[in-house]
């Protein structure tokens, strides 16, 4: 939620520093393939692109829809 808060006013620096401390802290305890891990990538993949980094949001966008396709599977 601070991320978020920080993102909406502005802040993206402080913002991307959290929403990358979210990401890699919900790798680690909960696995890459959890949902709030994805779920983080995703708003730090946001977060890139308000920051001006949008290579990076690519990479991690597509990252996150290829993960999320391996776990589904090929059928969704």
Known sequence: A????????GAVDGA??????????YG???GPDHPWTLIAR??????CI?????PRAISLYV????DHQRILGPDH
């Open 28 to 30: 680690r305890v909960l």
């Open 50 to 54: 308000a920051g001006g980094d949008t």
């Open 16 to 25: 991307l520093t959290l929403f990358e401390a979210a990401m890699n802290e």
């Open 2 to 9: 601070l991320a978020s808060a920080q993102q909406a006013s």
């Open 42 to 47: 995703v708003n730090h993949a946001s977060a």
């Open 63 to 66: 990252s996150v829809i290829a």
